[in-house]
């Protein structure tokens, strides 16, 4: 089970302001790969996360630091670092949102997948993640099936608009501003207008995108070139790009402010990197709400979340045992009996059928086992020449010898 580790730099150990310098990409982490190494890499709002099997961690630490100008040192202080069970725990956790800084949020699958599809483009991930990764799958969909998780769907663009009805009561009357067509700010804007907001603006760099979300939830779109007339305008700013740079600025915002009398503005930033410097937050009467502020909202469902979150836990418990045991037949000799387990069971459901009595019986089984032990001593004699994990686990996917397998099961 240590095969795989993992070291995650998120939201719980590391503030927004060190977490929006750190990120990898697949081709990134392909400059340290080996023969046989395997890494998958993620990155969101909330983390930057390598999982991998055959690598040394200082080797990834070292990798970060020269991509983010953090010490080797700084990093393995704030990272956590997960070995085996834990590294896959974690990885169940963070595919069913169980480990989000709102716990239940969706978004985060299908960050994951779209992350595997570039780690599997770089060819970056192997037998071990492939498998690992299709199981937290697997685990978040039966989540997502089987508790009631998923009726309390929240994300980080939710809590936003719930910060700001905190602070500003009824926000009905409230102009608000959204800065962003991605998928963080399309929730934000939609969780707007259900709570009745009127005056809804979208800006977006592409304006196209601004106007087909804008078209949608009956909001304005306006060019990126207003931005700064909009803030003057605007009671409350949601903001969630993929800037690199900050597109909100401090001098901005003080002649903004001016141009507004000094009357009071929400600006909230989910985006990482962020959206807005810091430092706008420093103006009198800007109130400027970053993403780590979010842990401070009340879950209005922590109840019913706390009782579907035991049941997600049972579910994940079960599904690493039998990513366990998936491990544990990754070797030659676990698998060549699984294979002649399997042709013992042939055989008997063969015989089920056959209407013979035991002299026949007994001369077709013979006949049957000839048969099958020359039909598996080719993959069998193979498995012993090459006793290497690709080739043990192609041997199991083509004989169907593991659980994941509906026909399998249910013999």
Same mark, same amino acid.
């Given at each position: 089970?240590?095969?795989?580790?993992?070291?995650?730099?998120?939201?719980?150990?590391?503030?927004?302001?060190?977490?929006?310098?750190?990120?990898?990409?697949?081709?990134?982490?392909?400059?340290?790969?080996?023969?046989?190494?395997?890494?998958?890499?993620?990155?969101?709002?909330?983390?930057?996360?390598?999982?991998?099997?055959?690598? *040394?961690?200082?080797?990834?630490?070292?990798?970060?630091?020269?991509?983010?100008?953090?010490?080797? *040192?700084?990093?393995?202080?704030?990272?956590?670092?997960?070995?085996?069970?834990?590294?896959?725990? =974690?990885?169940?956790?963070?595919?069913?949102?169980?480990?989000?800084?709102?716990?239940?949020?969706?978004?985060?699958?299908?960050?994951?997948?779209?992350?595997?599809? *570039?780690? &599997?483009?770089?060819?970056?991930?192997?037998?071990?993640?492939?498998?690992?990764?299709?199981?937290?799958?697997?685990?978040?969909?039966?989540?997502?099936?089987?508790?009631?998780?998923?009726?309390?769907?929240?994300?980080?663009?939710?809590?936003?608009?719930?910060?700001?009805?905190?602070?500003?009561? +009824?926000?009905?009357?409230?102009?608000?501003?959204?800065?962003?067509?991605?998928?963080?700010?399309?929730?934000?804007?939609?969780?707007?207008?259900?709570?009745?907001?009127?005056?809804?603006?979208?800006?977006?760099?592409?304006?196209?995108?601004?106007?087909?979300?804008?078209? !949608?939830?009956?909001?304005?779109?306006?060019?990126?070139?207003?931005?700064?007339?909009?803030?003057?305008?605007?009671?409350?700013?949601?903001?969630?790009?993929?800037?690199?740079?900050?597109?909100?600025?401090?001098?901005?915002? !003080?002649?903004?402010?001016?141009?507004?009398?000094?009357?009071?503005?929400?600006?909230?930033?989910?985006? %990482?990197?962020?959206? %807005?410097?810091?430092?706008?937050?420093? %103006?009198?009467?800007?109130?400027?709400?970053?993403?780590?502020?979010?842990?401070?909202?009340?879950?209005?469902?922590?109840?019913?979340?706390?009782?579907?979150?035991?049941?997600?836990?049972?579910?994940?418990?079960?599904?690493?045992?039998?990513?366990?045991?998936? &491990?544990?037949?990754?070797?030659?000799?676990?698998?060549?009996?699984?294979?002649?387990?399997?042709?013992? #069971?042939?055989?008997?459901?063969?015989?089920? +059928?056959?209407? &013979?009595?035991?002299?026949?019986?007994?001369?077709?089984?013979?006949?049957?086992?000839?048969?099958?032990?020359?039909?598996?001593?080719?993959?069998?004699?193979?498995?012993?020449?090459?006793? +290497?994990?690709?080739?043990? #686990?192609?041997?199991?996917?083509?004989?169907?010898? +593991?659980?994941?397998?509906? *026909?399998? =099961?249910?013999?």
């Amino acid at each position: 089970m240590n095969l795989i580790g993992c070291i995650s730099i998120n939201h719980r150990n590391t503030p927004v302001e060190i977490r929006e310098q750190i990120h990898i990409e697949p081709k990134d982490i392909l400059a340290i790969m080996e023969k046989d190494s395997e890494a998958f890499t993620l990155n969101t709002c909330n983390r930057t996360e390598v999982y991998f099997r055959e690598l *040394d961690a200082s080797a990834i630490y070292a990798r970060l630091s020269s991509l983010c100008g953090i010490s080797q *040192d700084e990093l393995e202080d704030m990272a956590d670092h997960f070995m085996g069970r834990e590294a896959i725990r =974690h990885m169940f956790m963070v595919a069913c949102g169980l480990d989000s800084l709102v716990t239940g949020e969706p978004q985060i699958l299908g960050q994951i997948k779209d992350s595997y599809r *570039d780690c &599997l483009a770089a060819n970056t991930t192997g037998t071990l993640l492939n498998k690992a990764l299709h199981r937290a799958f697997r685990t978040a969909k039966r989540i997502r099936t089987e508790t009631d998780i998923g009726k309390y769907s929240v994300s980080v663009a939710s809590e936003a608009v719930e910060l700001a009805s905190h602070i500003f009561g +009824d926000i009905t009357d409230s102009s608000v501003l959204v800065i962003g067509a991605g998928d963080m700010a399309s929730i934000a804007a939609k969780r707007l207008k259900n709570r009745g907001v009127k005056k809804l603006s979208i800006i977006n760099r592409t304006h196209r995108t601004a106007c087909t979300l804008a078209e !949608e939830l009956g909001g304005v779109p306006k060019p990126f070139e207003q931005l700064e007339d909009e803030l003057t305008s605007c009671d409350i700013v949601i903001s969630s790009t993929g800037s690199a740079t900050p597109l909100i600025t401090k001098d901005m915002i !003080e002649a903004v402010m001016k141009r507004r009398k000094n009357s009071p503005m929400i600006i909230i930033d989910i985006a %990482v990197p962020r959206d %807005v410097d810091p430092d706008a937050g420093k %103006v009198y009467n800007c109130y400027l709400y970053d993403i780590d502020a979010l842990k401070s909202i009340v879950d209005r469902h922590i109840k019913n979340r706390e009782e579907s979150t035991e049941q997600a836990l049972g579910i994940i418990n079960h599904e690493i045992e039998s990513f366990e045991n998936w &491990l544990g037949s990754l070797n030659a000799n676990t698998t060549i009996k699984d294979l002649f387990s399997l042709m013992e #069971e042939y055989i008997e459901e063969q015989l089920r +059928d056959i209407p &013979l009595g035991e002299e026949g019986k007994g001369l077709a089984e013979n006949a049957l086992r000839t048969t099958l032990k020359r039909l598996i001593h080719r993959p069998v004699s193979f498995l012993k020449a090459h006793p +290497d994990v690709n080739h043990i #686990e192609q041997t199991r996917r083509i004989f169907q010898l +593991d659980e994941d397998y509906q *026909d399998r =099961h249910k013999r």
